[in-house]
């Protein structure tokens, strides 16, 4: 049973704010992401794609119960999108280390593609968490935007396939991981020139 959200449960974080559920949810993907690197490493690979699954659909579900019973917290907010970008993170590092990234054979510098492709995508989402929190610090609200949202979908479905990993589902996964890769820039860009716009003069 959860708590009743009080007045102030939007501007501050009290202890039963981690039992509301859409806040467990959250904190599932965190334990998430053992289970998944496990299943990964061990060539359980329906089962990792299928734990992956279910944490991105959960994502979705904790934002509905939250807007729904209106059981949004000021820590569901913070909580939520550091959640998303841990499992993401951290399961690329793992689908690298596991060289399912490799896709491209020659000539023989690519072998550093891979690696590329991780630091943008671990840098981009430092960078924007970085200045999301700036700006909140100073009243600025960036929302996530149609660009960030495409990303983190083509993102989700790509490590999903990278994670199965048979012919073509793996050839699928890499192709979509580099446009993710090109959304993330994009979207990256875009969210700081709103921040820039955002600024007083």
């Known amino acids: 049973m959860n708590p009743a959200p009080t007045s102030d449960h939007k501007t501050t974080i009290r202890r039963r704010d981690f039992y509301l559920i859409p806040n467990v949810l959250t904190l599932s993907r965190v334990v998430a992401i053992p289970l998944v690197a496990g299943l990964a490493y061990f060539n359980y690979d329906l089962w990792a794609a299928i734990a992956f ?24 907010m913070l909580l939520d999108p550091l ?60 929302a996530a935007d149609k660009g960030g949202k495409l990303k983190t979908w083509i993102q989700f479905w790509a490590i999903v396939f990278l994670l199965l990993n ?16 090109i959304l993330a820039l994009v979207s990256g860009i875009q969210y700081t020139m709103r921040f820039i716009r955002g600024l007083p003069s």
Do not use: C
């Open 53 to 76: 699954g279910l944490a991105g659909i959960s994502d979705y579900v904790d934002g509905y119960i939250a807007r729904k019973y209106n059981y949004e917290s000021r820590l569901g």
């Open 83 to 142: 959640a998303d970008k841990l499992i993401v993170v951290s399961t690329m590092i793992v689908l690298l280390w596991l060289g399912r990234l490799n896709f491209i054979q020659t000539p023989h510098w690519s072998n550093i593609v891979p690696p590329i492709l991780v630091i943008v995508t671990v840098g981009r989402e430092i960078a924007i968490t970085g200045l999301r929190s700036i700006a909140s610090t100073i009243g600025i609200t960036i």
């Open 166 to 181: 048979f012919s073509p589902a793996l050839e699928i996964g890499q192709a979509l991981l580099s446009v993710s890769v």
